[in-house]
């Protein structure tokens, strides 16, 4: 290898920030294992929870995602959707290691990944990524990373974590905030413009 995988720690009593649905309020946070996002287990062995360190990358990496903003410059979101959605505030209790893969040269220099191959659609290669971290252990044998400390593909340059299952006891659920109360809300609505579409009333009666 060109470089050494370096490591970010994040120490406790910091917060971090997942969207989820409001059905989901008080359950346990959910490590997906189906294989259907970027720095899932291609293998389907272990779960991963992707968190964001402000709620503007949470959103973006969650409820956005999937919106081409470069072919579409109407940036809008139904009420409703916003009403549906809850962040989690998630405490960490106990410090989290992280593989820090947007240090500088990491991704060409240590696994050799291209640009198109980071932030494409196709997840082959970002998933072969999280599978040689969660594999890396330390001269006793333990894991060395928790996770992952990973370049959002959607709030670039901002940070996203892909925490593996197993650091699970890491961390823990502080609230449940509704999306519309969450205070950085507003500012995420001003900064990245975008609309607010109010749900459609019944129809007029002739």
């Known amino acids: 290898m060109g470089i050494e995988l370096p490591t970010l720690r994040i120490d406790p009593r910091e917060l971090l920030q997942h969207v989820s649905r409001v059905a989901y309020r008080g359950a346990p946070l959910y490590y997906g294992r189906d294989g259907t996002n970027r720095y899932d287990d291609p293998a389907k062995n272990y779960g991963v929870l992707y968190l ?4 503007p990358t949470a959103l973006m990496e969650s409820v956005f995602h999937k919106h081409q903003w470069d072919q579409d ?51 082959t290669h970002t998933q072969q990524v999280s599978a040689r971290v969660h594999a890396m252990v330390d001269a006793d044998g333990m894991p060395l990373f928790d996770g992952m400390l990973y370049p959002s593909r959607n709030n670039y340059p901002a940070p996203s974590i892909a925490l593996f299952d197993r ?15 969450h205070v950085e809300w507003p500012g995420f609505v001003e900064k990245y413009r975008i609309g607010v579409e109010l749900d459609p009333g019944p129809p007029e009666e002739s």
């Open 52 to 55: 964001g360190r402000d709620l």
């Open 73 to 123: 410059a109407k940036r809008s979101i139904a009420l409703a959707e916003v009403r549906s959605r809850l962040v989690r505030a998630v405490g960490v209790v106990d410090a989290l290691r992280l593989a820090d893969l947007t240090a500088e040269g990491v991704m060409a220099g240590y696994f050799g990944l291209t640009l198109e191959q980071l932030a494409g659609r196709d997840y």
């Open 167 to 181: 650091a699970q006891g890491k961390v823990k659920v502080v609230d449940d905030i509704d999306l519309p109360e």
